[in-house]
């Protein structure tokens, strides 16, 4: 295997400690908490993990981690309403309305809803018309996850070419603007990928740095990667594994044995960004913390 395999897991732990050391200075200064509350309507197994994880691991840092469960029937009034009470509550920074939303429920009209300083998925449109003017305020956690593991492992974003396949809301679009921007881990050239694109392989081929955020295991395969390129896999998909005592494990879109023996650097699934996530978002409850005292 010729790649370096990125160690997300390592990055992220450090990315933590760094929070937990700020979190414990602001604790310090101005005698609060930042605090974070995530809102779960439903009860879908694998979403009320991903909460546990976050509410956790805010508590890890010192943080304040609420979370609000409600019943699956909610209506869209009552859901907006806990939006408004959380706006209106000065000790909680962040509110974090947890995706996927029951069928009869508005996302976009929820997302609207929650106070853009607050917002720290970074979703709400004036966010996103910050990130993309750039003057971002909250980036999604998980392509601010990726652009960190970029910086953290020294590879050279500035005026590389960038591939980018994915263009959703939470990753593809988000990633492309913040490595568009300025500043460090940035000024990149970037290509953006999706099912409508022609030849996905001739555009992959020319990335110095590709990110695959497809959900599509297996879509990225060797052939498809420039010698010496980094690979960041932003996939994660379920498959059933009855060895597993979840009967599930989770696998990436890129062909890790294949790809790995092509790549320069690429990153495991699970081990890479999905550790990344939560301390991006993290990151952010501390900014709007911070930026609440400012
Ligand atoms: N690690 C983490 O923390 C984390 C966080 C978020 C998401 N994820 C994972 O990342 C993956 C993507 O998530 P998402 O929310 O961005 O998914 P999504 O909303 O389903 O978007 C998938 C994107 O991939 C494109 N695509 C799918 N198949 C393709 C193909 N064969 N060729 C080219 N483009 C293709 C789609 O194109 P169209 O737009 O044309 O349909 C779409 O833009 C999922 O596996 C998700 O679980 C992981």
Do not use: W
Not at 33 to 59: C, F, L, M, W
Not at 265 to 275: D, E, L, Q
């Amino acid at each position: 295997m010729a790649a370096r395999i990125i160690d997300g897991k390592a990055i992220a732990a450090k990315v933590r400690q760094e929070i937990a050391d700020e979190v414990s200075e602001f604790k310090a200064q101005h005698g609060v908490s930042p605090g974070i509350t995530v809102v779960i309507v439903g009860d879908d197994p694998a979403s009320h993990v991903y909460v546990r994880n976050k509410e956790r691991a805010a508590q890890q840092v010192g943080m304040e981690g609420d979370v609000i469960k409600l019943p699956s029937g909610t209506s869209q009034e009552q859901l907006l309403q806990t939006v408004r009470e959380l706006n209106a509550d000065p000790a909680m920074h962040g509110i974090l309305v947890q995706i996927p939303l029951p069928d009869h429920l508005d996302e976009d009209a929820v997302v609207r809803a929650i106070d853009p300083r607050k917002d720290v998925d970074g979703l709400h449109p004036e966010n996103v018309g910050l990130l993309f003017g750039g003057q971002t305020r909250f980036a999604p956690a998980t392509p601010q996850g990726v652009q960190r593991i970029l910086v953290e492992e020294g590879v050279e974003v500035r005026g590389s070419h960038v591939v980018i396949v994915g263009r959703s809301n939470l990753v593809g679009k988000p990633l492309a603007g913040l490595l568009l921007g300025r500043g460090k881990g940035a000024n990149a050239t970037v290509t953006v990928c999706h099912t409508g694109t022609k030849d996905l392989g001739a555009e992959t081929r020319r990335a110095d740095v590709l990110v695959s955020a497809t959900g599509i295991p297996g879509s990225i395969t060797g052939d498809m990667v420039k010698p010496s390129a980094v690979v960041i896999d932003v996939g994660t998909t379920r498959v059933p594994d009855a060895s597993k005592k979840s009967g599930y494990r989770l696998v990436g879109d890129v062909v890790f044995d294949e790809v790995a023996e092509v790549a320069s650097a690429i990153t495991p699934v699970p081990g890479g960004v999905g550790p990344m996530t939560i301390a991006m978002l993290l990151h952010n409850v501390l900014q709007a913390a911070k930026a609440s005292v400012a």
